[in-house]
T-cell receptor, first 114, second 114 residues
Framework: AQSVTQLDSQVPVFEEAPVELRCNYS??????LFWYVQYPNQGLQLLLK??????LVKGINGFEAEFNKSQTSFHLRKPSVHISDTAEYFC????????????FGTGTRLLVSP | EAGVAQSPRYKIIEKRQSVAFWCNPI?????LYWYQQILGQGPKLLIQ????????DSQLPKDRFSAERLKGVDSTLKIQPAKLEDSAVYLC????????????FGPGTRLTVT
């Protein structure tokens, strides 16, 4: 079975500062990795995904993530955040065969202040 | 393109009552998912449909939860009878095909059981 750990429940940051949201996963088989964002009172939206190929993945809204197999990590980064990036961010994993079954972490709340 | 629609958006019931949630996926999406998101946790998959057949319902509490997707389009999730611990946001998601690694989420239904 797969599992995801998001170590930080909340990350406060000032506008225009860089940010990194951490995600570690556990799996006995090869996986696909995802970051989703959830704005207040809305559903989840896919930010980016790693399926194969380059370990540096670029997503929407200026976010990027790096897959590190040896560290079993998939940390999310943005060089300069905006107030509008304030939201809940979820890391998710699925095995790379068969029907997709996403296993989510507990989420990290990013709080951007002016 | 219209997104995933869910209704109602909010529901308050007393324990031991019944409740039903409705989901209409994006047109043409064959795969439909129901997730339960308890406050402070990531979404947990309850059931996955491929057209009108069940692919995975291993985490569905079948003694009280049921779901159907007649005609392979919209879907209903029912809880009967509800317990206090069922208080959560119920998210519906859809994807075009099983191997499509992007799920599109609806806004969710927030259920409060008193």
């Amino acid at each position: 079975a797969q599992s995801v750990t998001q170590l930080d429940s909340q990350v406060p940051v000032f506008e225009e500062a860089p940010v990194e949201l951490r995600c570690n996963y556990s799996s006995s088989v090869s996986v696909y990795l995802f970051w989703y964002v959830q704005y207040p009172n809305q559903g989840l939206q896919l930010l980016l995904k790693y399926l194969s190929g380059s370990t540096l993945v670029k997503g929407i809204n200026g976010f990027e993530a790096e897959f590190n197999k040896s560290q079993t990590s998939f940390h999310l980064r943005k060089p300069s955040v905006h107030i509008s990036d304030t939201a809940e961010y979820f890391c998710a994993v699925s095995k790379n065969t068969g029907f997709q079954k996403l296993v989510f972490g507990t989420g990290t709340r990013l709080l951007v202040s002016p | 393109e219209a997104g995933v629609a869910q209704s109602p958006r909010y529901k308050i019931i007393e324990k031991r009552q019944s409740v039903a949630f409705w989901c209409n996926p994006i047109s043409g999406h064959a795969t439909l998912y129901w997730y339960q998101q308890i406050l402070g946790q990531g979404p947990k998959l309850l059931i996955q449909f491929q057209n009108n057949g069940v692919v995975d319902d291993s985490q569905l509490p079948k003694d009280r939860f049921s779901a159907e997707r007649l005609k392979g389009v919209d879907s209903t999730l029912k809880i009967q009878p509800a317990k206090l611990e069922d208080s959560a946001v119920y998210l519906c998601a859809s994807s075009l095909v099983p191997g499509d690694y992007e799920q599109y989420f609806g806004p969710g239904t927030r259920l409060t059981v008193t």
